[in-house]
């Protein structure tokens, strides 16, 4: 029987993330979050899993590939994903076919030589910083996903645990 | 006749659009997304054209969706005011809930999403051969009766456009029970990607980004509002048709683009 490991890349910018400023921007002078929220951060999260290999040297390699270091940091959880405090981790992910996540697993399995991936998926980590407390920012979090991180007819959300 | 031709940041069709406007006989301006809104009752129909609206930023057309300029756009389709959304037009009606305007809304003002405009996937014999960003001329084949939408209004049914679409996402998808039987039944499937023969064939190239049913446009319920990934500003005149196409050597001529502005204007006229 195999044991397939999972190996999580949390990808973040090193740089300022422009994207993340649009959201925040849009929170607070459209949707009406100024009162409670703090902050917005993003991060790009690869879930690469794998039925052979050191799991650690396969992830060094992994980021050669997918992180550019130049303008982004990253950091690697095998079987795990947890998450820092102060801030609410929102995932969001494609429901329907996800062409980029598999076109990376192609490009690492053919092109790349690492036979031993077995899937990739992709989300994006928003990271919501609210002036709130726990409930209150987890029900907020809810909220902002559905009014505006997810279109629900192709995106799917989950609050991660810490 | 006015038309409001909006500009969000990041828009970058709105010359060629208001050309095509003007060009079939309409007053037409520019309206920044910044400029009060309550001025957008002063215009007959609007055109909402294609670009890239906040750099498409957490996904194309959300941001724009927002901004206070929709609400007063929402309430202008609800007088039956006839609006265009071309590319990333269509893609800021979609997540304004104006397309396929079906939903009553969440209490906020808003009205539901019934559908998504997600990144292109090119699928070829069950394989994906190709995703993202795609620039080409396609054929469509018109759907909708005539007179059934604004944007198509003097457009007969069957007929074959051949017009560029220029896009990362513009496969259409939804979750919502029943809403493919109900765009379907109801006439506000208006075009539709076919090949040179007018055939709806589910294979890239012909349904160029995996689009559901190879959907290229669709209407809201009661006709006014359109919203369409192609973009018929860019096919108005004969000369701006590729080169293999024989017509552009017949610059005067108009171009297949031409009809829908030709459409947005007629349906003016009848229903004022």
Request: net charge neutral; hydrophobic share 40%; aromatic share 8%.
């Amino acid at each position: 029987m195999s044991m397939n490991r999972k190996i999580n890349l949390r990808v973040w910018l090193k740089i300022p993330d422009a994207e993340a400023a649009t959201v925040k921007n849009t929170l607070i002078r459209r949707l009406g979050y100024g009162n409670v929220l703090a902050d917005v951060k993003k991060e790009r999260l690869f879930s690469i899993e794998v039925d052979s290999g050191d799991p650690e040297e396969l992830a060094k390699s992994f980021a050669k590939e997918l992180v550019n270091e130049n303008k982004e940091s990253h950091i690697v959880l095998i079987d795990e994903l947890k998450f820092e405090e102060g801030y609410v981790p929102v995932k969001v992910a494609l429901h329907i076919e996800d062409g980029e996540a598999i076109s990376i697993r192609e490009r690492l399995r053919s092109r790349l030589g690492f036979e031993n991936v077995v899937d990739v998926k992709k989300a994006t980590v928003w990271k919501l910083y609210f002036d709130t407390l726990k409930p209150e920012a987890q029900m907020a979090a809810r909220e902002i996903a559905e009014r505006l991180l997810i279109n629900p007819n192709k995106d799917s959300y989950e609050i991660m645990s810490q | 006749m006015k038309i409001a031709v909006l500009q969000f940041p990041g828009t970058n069709c709105e010359f060629e659009t208001l050309v095509a406007v003007k060009a079939v006989g309409m007053e037409s301006e520019i309206f920044r997304w910044n400029r009060p809104a309550g001025e957008l009752s002063g215009f007959d129909g609007f055109v909402i054209p294609g670009g890239f609206s906040y750099q498409d930023r957490l996904r194309a057309g959300v941001i724009a969706s927002k901004e206070p300029v929709m609400n007063a756009l929402k309430e202008e389709a609800g007088i039956g005011k006839p609006i265009i959304g071309i590319c990333n037009g269509f893609q800021i009606l979609v997540e304004t809930g104006l397309l396929p305007g079906n939903g009553k809304g969440n209490g906020e003002g808003s009205a539901k999403v019934d559908m998504a405009l997600a990144q292109n996937v090119m699928v070829s014999q069950g394989k994906i051969v190709r995703r993202g960003y795609y620039c080409d001329w396609v054929n469509l084949r018109h759907d909708a009766p005539s007179r059934r939408c604004s944007g198509s209004f003097a457009i007969e049914r069957g007929a074959l456009l051949k017009i560029p679409i220029a896009h990362g996402e513009g496969n259409l998808v939804t979750t919502t029970p029943g809403l493919m039987e109900k765009l379907n039944e109801e006439g506000q499937v208006v075009f539709r990607y076919c090949d040179r023969n007018g055939r709806i064939l589910n294979e890239f190239p012909f349904n160029v980004n995996g689009s559901t049913e190879n959907i290229a446009a669709i209407c809201n319920e009661q006709g006014n509002v359109l919203g369409m990934m192609p973009h018929p500003e860019r096919a108005f005149f004969a000369w701006q048709l590729p080169a293999f196409d024989p017509r552009k050597q017949r610059p005067d001529e108009p171009g297949p683009g031409r009809r829908v502005f030709e459409s947005m204007k007629r349906y003016i006229e009848v229903n004022a």
